[in-house]
């Protein structure tokens, strides 16, 4: 069984249209990320979500949103693709929001977003 | 300011030889954690290693060691015995309870190319 699994692996869509990329992780963890790397590899924290607090990088413009139907799921919604949101987006999971090895992140394989 | 440098963008090493990947850090939160994720070229993010804050001892697990100077606030990941299964991405990462609210916040990476 996959830890943390997302869907699509690739995503090719055209500007301006609206998609969705789905994470489930089935660790039983309290605390869900996304991710963004970009062309240089650079990976960016975009949101941290658990059932208690939503925290958004505020560098992340508001066309990003999260959803989560339930502690199993973190969605993430992007409205008005443009072409720089061109990258890979990562989901994660943790057991908790701490600094402990116990509660390291487990990540999904990534989502390839293009945008043309 | 940042909070995890790794100022080797590129290395090479022979098959068999040990390489060091360098890391440096900065919080001003006592209790923090140190990761190293290896990213192949099939994109996936893999934990390799952790060192906590406290840790008395270096961490090690099987061909990999974390070289931690905590007064330095270094990092440095140890592969010994180099494979051509090693040619990868590394990335240092750290969590703190500071700025980054307990969030794993990642270095720039060093790809770390294995010649037989």
């Known amino acids: 069984d996959t830890a943390v699994s997302q869907t699509p692996k690739y995503l090719v869509t055209q500007m301006g249209n609206d998609k969705s990329i789905k994470c489930e992780q089935n660790?039983?963890?309290?605390?869900m990320y996304w991710y963004k790397q970009d062309s240089k590899k650079f990976l960016k924290i975009m949101f941290s979500?658990?059932?208690?607090?939503?925290?958004i990088n505020e560098t992340v413009p508001n066309r990003f949103s999260p959803k989560s139907p339930d502690k199993a799921h973190l969605n993430l919604h992007i409205n008005s693709l443009e072409l720089g949101d061109s990258a890979v987006y990562f989901c994660?999971?943790?057991?908790?929001?701490?600094?402990?090895?116990?509660?390291?992140?487990?990540f999904g394989s990534g989502t390839r977003l293009t945008v043309v | 300011a940042q909070k995890i440098t790794q100022t080797q963008p590129g290395m090479f090493v022979q098959e068999k030889e040990a390489v060091t990947l360098d890391c440096t850090y900065d919080?001003?939160?006592?209790?923090?954690?140190l990761f190293w994720y290896k990213q192949p070229s099939s994109g996936e993010m893999i934990f390799l290693i952790y060192?906590?804050?406290?840790?008395?001892q270096n961490a090690t697990e099987g061909r990999y060691s974390l070289n931690f100077q905590k007064a330095r606030k270094s990092a440095n990941l140890v592969i010994s015995a180099s494979q051509l299964g090693d040619s990868a991405m590394y990335f240092c990462?750290?969590?703190?309870?500071?700025?980054?609210?307990?969030?794993?916040?990642f270095g720039k990476g060093t790809k770390l190319s294995v010649k037989p």
């Open positions: 060192q906590g804050s406290y840790d008395q």
């Open positions: 660790l039983g963890h309290d605390t």
């Open positions: 979500y658990n059932n208690k607090e939503l925290i």
């Open positions: 990462a750290m969590r703190d309870y500071g700025g980054s609210q307990g969030n794993l916040i």
């Open positions: 994660a999971s943790s057991q908790d929001n701490t600094v402990d090895a116990n509660y390291g992140y487990t």
């Open positions: 919080t001003s939160d006592p209790s923090y954690g």
